[in-house]
């Protein structure tokens, strides 16, 4: 990512738990849930498409003891989909009433051998590529401010519909925050869109309650001024939504599901896999060690890339970019992370550090809307690190 200009606007977009790429992500990611509550040790490569009154699971799974036998996957989908407020035929997908196919079979033999050793700390990388972490000053979260104020705006309104506090929302939407940024800090919100489903309302209505809804929602930031565009709904009618009005698949929503465009992004996508994957496992790392390192003050941003071979515990190359802001040389940083001992990039340490494999307070499913990374239900959002990187950088 080449730096900025002092003075920019960066826009990112958000999508609902509503939207069928996500309603696909939750899907797959309750599939696996109920995988590693069965075995923690399960293999978990699990894809959702959704459309028309149709919902498809496919992908490969390897639980001891037959345990992939005993999981009721249509049961899943369907809890998903009605927890979500897909609970009305006119939708065209509803969870009592769509078509169910399961095309989920054994993991590839030839896969289960880079990945499976008889000692844990031996384990390989699940796949071949490369994944990013990324942090930046700009927000308490360390987290872009455009991507947290579109997530926050969606995850409100999502509120608001299952409360009935504004009753004729249904559940697909978008949302996307522009924010004017002066020397790498957010100054102000220029643009807000937001597309939301809804039954047949004027839309003078929608747009008048959408738009207050979402000021109180952004008036903490200070970011809004009398110059901020709305647009609300701006086709004019948004009615048709859901999986009726677009099919859906899991991993369609990467940008989303990281740091809505700032920053790189590996290719992978995180939904539906277990955590030897490291398409998303040493990508909840590498957030974690970019988060300490801007926490403890080396860098206002960091982005860390990590490249894996598959079979192969330790990492190719683990490279630093601080966009210009690091207090140390990068190289520095970057052997700190390689040599110190803080952060250990094999698959097996990563899985144990964070906790992957047996989730305490979190689930994967919670990771599938509103973004992987700013919210401090996950292991990977701590900053119990930082001091140590401070020492082995020498900074008071």
């Known amino acids: 990512m080449s730096k900025l200009a002092s003075s920019h606007v960066f826009t990112s977009e958000s999508v609902s738990e509503g939207h069928p790429d996500k309603v696909c992500d939750q899907i797959s990611d309750a599939i696996l849930d109920a995988c590693l ?34 999981i009721n996957y249509e049961q899943i989908a369907r809890g998903v989909v009605k927890d979500i407020g897909y609970v009305k035929p006119n939708l065209g997908y509803s ?17 289960d051998l880079g990945v499976s050793r008889e000692e844990p700390e031996d384990q390989g990388a699940g796949d071949q590529g490369m994944m990013f972490g990324y942090a930046s000053d700009a927000t308490p979260e360390l987290m872009p401010a455009a991507i ?6 969606l ?132 957030r974690y060690a970019a988060k300490n390192i801007v926490a403890a003050g080396l860098a206002a941003k960091c982005e860390i890339q990590v490249a894996y071979a598959i079979g192969v515990a330790r990492p190719l190359s683990i490279n630093v970019s601080t966009f210009g802001t690091a207090r140390i040389p990068e190289e520095r940083i970057a052997q700190i992370l390689s040599e110190s001992g803080i ?37 990977w959002e701590k900053t119990d690190r930082a001091e140590a990187l401070r020492d082995a950088a020498n900074l008071k």
């Open 37 to 70: 509550a069965l075995d923690p040790a399960a293999h978990v490569a699990c894809e959702t498409l959704v459309t028309s009154n149709l919902t498809v699971n496919a992908g490969e799974l390897k639980l001891r003891d037959g345990g992939a036998a005993k």
């Open 343 to 379: 952060f250990n990039f094999t698959p097996a340490a990563i899985v144990r550090e964070l906790g992957l494999m047996c989730p305490r307070g979190w689930c994967y499913r919670d990771t599938a809307a509103y973004g992987h990374f700013g919210r401090s239900l996950f292991p």
């Open 155 to 286: 995850a409100k309104l999502a509120e608001a519909r299952k409360s009935g506090a504004i009753a004729y929302l249904e559940p697909d939407s978008k949302a996307q925050v522009s924010i004017l940024h002066e020397d790498g800090r957010p100054r102000a919100i220029t643009s807000v869109v937001i597309s939301h489903q809804t039954q047949e309302v004027p839309l003078e209505r929608i747009r008048a309650d959408l738009t207050a809804f979402a000021t109180e929602v952004l008036r903490p930031t200070n970011l809004l001024t009398n110059e901020t565009k709305w647009f609300i709904n701006p086709t004019g009618r948004f009615v048709i939504g859901g999986p009726q009005g677009d099919s859906g698949l899991t991993g369609r929503k990467i940008i989303v599901d990281t740091y809505g465009g700032v920053g790189s992004h590996g290719g992978g996508a995180f939904s539906g896999k277990d955590p030897s994957k490291v398409d998303r496992s040493a990508a909840y790392y590498a």
């Open 148 to 153: 947290m104020l579109s997530h926050r705006l």
């Open 95 to 111: 969870y009592d009433t769509f078509n169910y196919v399961c095309g989920l079979h054994a993991q590839s033999a030839d896969i």
